[in-house]
């Protein structure tokens, strides 16, 4: 954060999945458990391309849903280099280096993605709440999203999100995503605001660390640990000036 500087909050900016909606990670935590498979290696095989994955290609409106569900079938199904990458997280987080890793897996994509959006048709009512109450009080509200094109928010768009938000700013539109902090100076220039006059909320530490250095105060949603995000964000508007009226 810019040192010493801290603005009155003027916004406050939402991630979508795991923090507005309901986490997908619970769809492929289960979805492991079901397959036999050791806990995170899913999120891990997702990963382990950056920015090259097929995932994050879709979440920037580069490939096609079908073009999608194959290549991340094949990448989930790309057994030696998921185990190399899974032993490396091990590592890296002084884990068991000796857990026996499956020989071949059969990870369907189009399934697991289908049970990742059912979840995410979920709102998370506290988080909702939040924003109602920031709304109220004149705060600046926008939606800040990874998302894929036709995905399971769009159900929910006309019905919730319309009502909530100032703006829904969505990576397959904008053609960039978190953490590329270009993407969250975009949704700062939409609702007029510097960085340092933000919060923002997320489940990813990644996306969290990106908006952290551009002074926003940044604040973790945790899966069951709705209501501590949400008293984390009262704290800071109450420590940084009274409630905005714009």
């Known amino acids: 954060m810019a040192p010493g500087r801290k603005d009155n909050v003027r916004a406050v900016i939402f991630d979508i999945g795991g923090v507005v909606v309901r986490s997908p990670f619970l769809a492929i935590s289960a979805y492991e458990r079901e ?36 290549r991340w079938t094949a990448e989930l ?9 899974y032993r490396a997280y ?9 857990m026996v890793l499956p020989s071949r897996t059969r ?5 697991l993605f289908r049970r990742m959006m059912d979840v995410a048709r979920q709102p998370n009512e506290a988080v909702v709440e939040l924003i ?13 999203t990874n998302n894929f094109s036709g995905d399971a928010t769009d159900d929910m768009r006309g019905e919730l999100f ?34 340092t006059e933000a919060v ?9 660390r990106a908006a952290d250095r551009l002074g ?14 949400v008293e984390a964000v009262k704290r800071i508007i109450r420590a940084r000036g009274a409630p905005a009226r714009l």
């Open 200 to 208: 923002f909320l997320d489940d990813i530490g990644k996306n969290l």
């Open 90 to 98: 091990l590592e890296r987080r002084s884990l068991d280096v000796h």
């Open 35 to 70: 397959s036999g498979l050791p806990a995170n290696y899913i999120n891990v095989a997702l990963s382990k391309l950056g920015d090259d994955g097929a995932f994050q290609q879709y979440e920037r409106g580069e490939i096609s849903h079908s073009d999608f569900i194959d």
């Open 216 to 229: 926003m105060a940044a604040v973790q949603v945790e899966i069951g640990r709705e209501a501590e995000a």
């Open 77 to 85: 199904n790309d057994t030696a280099a998921n185990n190399q990458a």
């Open 132 to 144: 109602r109450w920031l709304r109220q009080r004149g705060y600046r509200v926008a939606a800040l």
């Open 162 to 195: 319309d009502e909530l938000f100032d703006h829904f700013v969505e990576s397959t539109k904008v053609g960039l995503r978190k953490p590329d902090p270009r993407f969250y100076l975009h949704a700062c220039n939409l609702l007029e605001v510097r960085p």
């Open 107 to 111: 990870i369907n994509g189009a399934v």
